[in-house]
Every structure is written in structure tokens, then in C-alpha cells.
T-cell receptor
Framework: GAGVSQSPSNKVTEKGKDVELRCDPI?????LYWYRQSLGQGLEFLIY????????KSGLPSDRFSAERTGGSVSTLTIQRTQQEDSAVYLC????????????FGPGTRLLVL | GENVEQHPSTLSVQEGDSAVIKCTYS??????FPWYKQELGKRPQLIID?????GEKKDQRIAVTLNKTAKHFSLHITETQPEDSAVYFC????????????FGQGTTLQVKP
């Protein structure tokens, strides 16, 4: 079946502009996660959804970052007033439930803020 | 806060040799430990995982061991092949049953033919 998909695959933007990153999880997966991966670094947790609720937003770096999920499926990560330090690969993952479940990753969106 | 330390950061081995990557975690409530392989420009993919009620798990050339007392776990790859070359990440779940994972910084494995 189809895996996790993300769009766009690449995004170049100017400092100060807003960007929206989209994640389509595997059908039927109730848990969805956003991570950020800076060059040569590990994966940094941003936010987690169970259904449409976000019980854990602890990883969002600042109030410029927000995310939503609708219909228990598609999720959008929005970064307002982008800064150069926001440049990274943003990865989305989904899992059937949440606890001790394999997380399946999307291909990521590579964001470059000029 | 919760933390996962991973060593070494880079590892170079000859084809056919074994490779070992070690991780330590800080949250004593962690009970799920997956390992991901990430090839250049691609998404992380799960290669093996272990849960806290198991001390060792093996899948062909890959094995993972867990020592809950010492709070560390290791990935063992035997008979390495050039296609094993990639970045490997360990991760540990945190308390609260959210499924949230804390990742190590990654190990770049190079297998020389």
C-alpha cells in the first residue's frame, strides 16, 4: 500500500515568509509525528497527534511553529516568519496507534530559508 | 530532560567484519527501543526494535541487545556488506505512552569493499 507522503519535497523561501508543509499518513494510522532533522544531526521531535488532537507539542521550537490535523488524516506544519535557522529537513511519521508501535517515515520536506 | 547518547559518531569497517553501535538513555521508564537506517537523501527505515521485556533480538545479520539496569542498548551487524553503509539512529520511548521517541545523534557506518 501507499506509504507516508509529504509535500513539497523541496521548498526554498525568503526569510520572513510563511511556509506550509503537508503530510499524508498511511491510511488508518491514528498517530502522527513531526520531526526536524538539521544537517548531519539526529531527529528532533516537534509535535505528536493522536487523531486530531495534539497531546504533546513540547518540541515546537517557538510560537512561529504550529500544526494541525484534520479528519484524522492529513497534517499541516506551518512556520510563520521563517528564519534561516529553520532550514532543515522536516520529517513526518505515522503509526497504527501510539504505544510501542513502529513509526513509518515520509520522505521529508527539505526547507531552505534564504 | 530525556536524552539518548549514541556512539561512535562514525564507524568504518571492512566488508565481512562486524559493527557495533551503542546507545545509552536517561529515562528509566523507556520501554521501546527501535533502530533506524537512513541512506543518503532517503527516509529513515526501521531495521529492528526491542521492547523492555526482552534482552536480545536477532534478525538475520542484525541483532539488538538491551540492558535495562545499565540503561543501554546496542546494535550488532555481522558479516557487513557495502549496502549496509548508511547512517544508523537509535531511539528510546519516553514515559507517558505517547509513542514519542528521543533519537540519538546517529552513527555513519562505512563498509569498505
Amino acid at each position: 500500500g501507499a506509504g507516508v507522503s509529504q509535500s513539497p519535497s523541496n521548498k526554498v523561501t525568503e526569510k520572513g515568509k510563511d511556509v506550509e508543509l503537508r503530510c499524508d499518513p498511511i491510511s488508518g494510522h491514528t498517530a502522527l509525528y513531526w520531526y526536524r532533522q538539521s544537517l548531519g544531526q539526529g531527529l528532533e521531535f516537534l509535535i505528536y497527534f493522536q487523531g486530531n488532537s495534539a497531546p504533546d507539542k513540547s518540541g515546537l521550537p517557538s510560537d512561529r511553529f504550529s500544526a494541525e490535523r484534520t479528519g484524522g488524516s492529513v497534517s499541516t506544519l506551518t512556520i510563520q516568519r521563517t528564519q534561516q535557522e529553520d532550514s532543515a529537513v522536516y520529517l513526518c511519521a505515522s503509526s497504527p496507534q501510539q504505544y510501542q508501535e513502529t513509526q513509518y517515515f515520509g520522505p521529508g520536506t527539505r526547507l531552505l530559508v534564504l | 530532560g530525556e536524552n539518548v547518547e549514541q556512539h561512535p559518531s562514525t564507524l568504518s569497517v571492512q566488508e565481512g567484519d562486524s559493527a557495533v553501535i551503542k546507545c545509552t538513555y536517561s529515562d528509566s521508564a523507556s520501554n521501546y527501543f527501535p533502530w533506524y537506517k537512513q541512506e543518503l537523501g532517503k527516509r529513515p527505515q526501521l531495521i529492528i526494535d526491542i521492547r523492555s521485556n526482552v534482552g536480545e533480538k536477532k534478525d538475520q545479520r542484525i541483532a539488538v541487545t538491551l540492558n535495562k539496569t545499565a540503561k543501554h542498548f546496542s546494535l550488532h551487524i555481522t558479516e557487513t556488506q557495502p549496502e549496509d553503509s548508511a547512517v544508523y539512529f537509535c531511539a528510546a520511548s519516553i514515559r507517558g505512552n505517547t509513542g514519542k521517541l528521543i533519537f540519538g545523534q546517529g552513527t555513519t557506518l562505512q563498509v569498505k569493499p
